[in-house]
């Protein structure tokens, strides 16, 4: 059985977490509650920061003999649109 906690939010914030809500069920094609909302958030916050964009962007600007800069660039761009999605 799962436990559940209580997080008190302003109203503001409610309101803004369901406008997020909303384009991503959209998205998704599917409804969220709020604990799942707040974990893809999460999820995504330190997918981002694993993931690390900006060492592909020195990739780019300095290309190394024997590797592909053309690929390095479309990993960078589809990190760019994931990021500006949220």
Same mark, same amino acid.
């Given at each position: 059985?799962h436990?559940y906690?209580s997080?008190r939010v302003?109203?503001e914030t409610?309101r803004l977490?369901d @406008?997020?809500? $909303?384009?991503?069920e $959209?998205?998704? *094609? @599917? @409804? /969220? &509650?709020?604990?799942s /909302?707040? !974990?893809?958030?999460a999820?995504?916050?330190?997918g981002? +920061? +694993?993931?690390?964009?900006e /060492?592909?962007?020195?990739?780019?600007k300095?290309?190394v003999a *024997?590797?592909?800069?053309?690929? $390095?660039? !479309?990993l960078?761009? *589809? +990190?760019r649109?994931r &990021? +500006?999605r949220?």
């Open positions: 059985m436990q906690t997080i302003k109203l409610k977490l @406008r997020v809500r $909303a384009v991503l $959209a998205r998704l *094609g @599917r @409804r /969220l &509650d709020y604990d /909302l707040i !974990r893809l958030l999820e995504e916050r330190l981002r +920061e +694993e993931r690390r964009p /060492l592909l962007l020195e990739l780019f300095r290309p *024997g590797h592909d800069t053309d690929e $390095a660039l !479309r960078l761009r *589809g +990190e649109a &990021d +500006e949220l």
